[in-house]
């Protein structure tokens, strides 16, 4: 990535602002000897802001940057002595949205050992072969999963929230110098259509990853930022890092609650928000308060954006939407802002500064614009592979998202899809999610999924899955008649059923199995 470009958005964002030499010396060293993983964002912004606020949590924590950064060593530390943990290890961290999920994570970091975010929404059978999988040797955890490690192996050392305050109370001095090896930090996958898998985080190299994402998105140093996407996802361990990186005072709940949101949003007086789509559209279920949060973004990722959600939440709170458009493996593809969003809801918008994206067919080369075909990425951080082995496809080092999609003359992005969600119903394509953007415009549909079934006359159809605003009633021909009038005939959904709420994972994707399985 070009200097001028980098230095030109570090001093917009206020990175750059002159601060006392002695720690902005302090600052730069210890960036020089950690590097940009998650300790050394943490170390770089004690040492530059040591009496900061970096989180509060909704059970009256407040840490400041040196009091996380003290914490979080002597994790390590008691990790070490206490627990065995040594470079290379793998520990796992089962938490939700707060300050001990974090320390857990940057001690692993410093050990050089791997941090392994577990999704909380696995089962007790699914954690097993988890850490089977991952070959945990600590998995940290909050005290409401205990029920869930009654199957795990007796040699994985379990530490609940009691545990960990022993550990961090009880550290011995010491030295901690930067590992032999880098830790990794090691996301599982959403697992929506089966079971999740672990992919290598990359550490990222310089500046150039945080540029590409806040020149796109107006985030500042400083700002009070709420972080309501769950941490051990992508996007919000993202957004970890970039609050990191701009010294931002962090807000965490440990459940996301609309009104609860609003009101920390409110009295915190936070400048952004990160969010998936789900936590948008539920944000709008309960009356704005007065007087509204001084949101200036409100950033968000991890799932489709519902057409009409964008629109609908700006005219609430303002043009304040910036939708990226990513995944685990290849970070980001795209961002879509308030204008590009306010022209076209659906759109993801265009690859940021650094970023290449291509649309190609099946033999690897370029489909003209507005043709559908595979998305494909690349930028800094892509990810460094499965652990078991497997990997992506990638084509003149870009790599294969799953998705398919299409750009248009105005060079915006148009994601269509997964490409395994793509049915063939009497020969023709047919695209669930341009159906599910419609069906979500209809003012009575709170949410809406829609699947393919098998049918033995045009081997599959859709079915479509509608959750209604309460008191609201629709009729399924009147649903179908609705399609029918702006889509092609082999897009109207023959089923049409309706239900309470749409089964999603702990990140707000819809689970497309159990659909089936409700379907079946």
């Not at 089966?194 to 998105?217: C, H, W, Y």
């Not at 999610?433 to 003012?443: F, I, K, T």
């Not at 098998?454 to 081997?459: H, R, S, T």
């Not at 702990?506 to 689970?511: I, N, P, Q, R, W």
């Amino acid at each position: 990535m070009d200097l001028p470009f980098v230095v030109a958005t570090l001093t917009r964002r206020g990175l750059l602002t002159p601060g006392r030499p002695i720690r902005v010396a302090s600052q730069l060293q210890a960036l020089r000897k950690w590097g940009w993983s998650l300790a050394g964002e943490l170390r770089q912004a004690a040492a530059r802001d040591p009496g900061r606020t970096a989180v509060i949590d909704e059970q009256g924590a407040e840490l400041t940057y040196q009091e996380l950064l003290d914490r979080a060593e002597r994790l390590a530390r008691a990790m070490r002595t206490g627990l065995g943990v040594q470079a290379g290890d793998r520990i796992g961290v089962l938490c939700r949205n707060h300050h001990g999920l974090i320390e857990a994570v940057v001690a692993a970091t410093v050990l050089g050992a791997d941090a392994v975010l577990v999704n909380s929404g696995l089962s007790a059978a699914q954690l097993a072969t988890v850490t089977e999988e991952q070959r945990l040797r600590v998995l940290v955890h909050d005290d409401e999963f205990a029920d869930r490690l009654l199957g795990l192996p007796a040699e994985v050392h379990r530490v609940d929230e009691r545990g960990l305050e022993e550990l961090i109370a009880g550290a011995l001095p010491g030295d901690l110098q930067p590992p032999e090896r880098d830790g990794r930090t090691i996301v599982l996958t959403s697992g929506t259509t089966g079971a999740p898998k672990g992919a290598r985080r990359p550490t990222p190299n310089g500046f150039g990853p945080l540029v590409s994402i806040i020149d796109r998105i107006p985030l500042h140093t400083r700002d009070t930022v709420m972080i309501a996407a769950p941490l051990f996802h992508t996007w919000g361990y993202a957004a970890l890092q970039v609050a990191f990186a701009l010294r931002a005072t962090i807000v965490l709940h440990r459940r996301f609650e609309p009104a609860a949101t609003l009101a920390a949003l409110v009295a915190h007086q936070c400048q952004a928000l990160f969010a998936v789509p789900v936590m948008v559209q539920r944000l709008l279920d309960v009356p704005p308060p007065d007087p509204r949060p001084p949101l200036k973004v409100v950033a968000v990722s991890g799932s489709a954006l519902p057409g009409g959600l964008a629109p609908r939440f700006m005219d609430v709170y303002g043009d304040v939407i910036y939708n990226l458009y990513g995944s685990t493996e290849v970070s980001w593809a795209s961002i879509a802002g308030p204008a590009d969003l306010r022209e076209a809801p659906t759109t993801a918008g265009r690859p940021p500064h650094g970023t290449r994206l291509e649309i190609l067919d099946d033999d690897g080369q370029p489909v003209p614009d507005g043709r559908v075909g595979r998305i494909f990425v690349g930028n800094e951080m892509l990810f460094e592979g499965y652990t078991s082995g497997a990997r992506r496809e990638t084509h003149d080092g870009l790599l294969d998202t799953g998705d398919l999609g299409r750009i248009n003359a105005d060079g915006l992005l148009f994601v269509d899809g997964r490409a395994d969600d793509m049915i063939v119903s009497g020969g023709e394509n047919v695209f669930p999610s341009e159906v599910e953007d419609l069906l979500a415009r209809l003012p009575q549909v709170r949410e809406a999924a829609v699947i393919g079934v098998p049918d033995p006359e045009y081997g599959q159809r859709l079915a479509a899955f509608l959750g209604l605003h309460p008191g609201e009633v629709l009729d399924p021909e009147a649903v179908r008649e609705y399609v029918r009038h702006y889509l092609a005939r082999f897009s109207v959904p023959r089923d049409v059923i309706f239900v309470k709420y749409l089964p999603r994972n702990a990140t707000g994707k819809v689970l497309s199995r159990e659909l089936r399985r409700y379907y079946g």
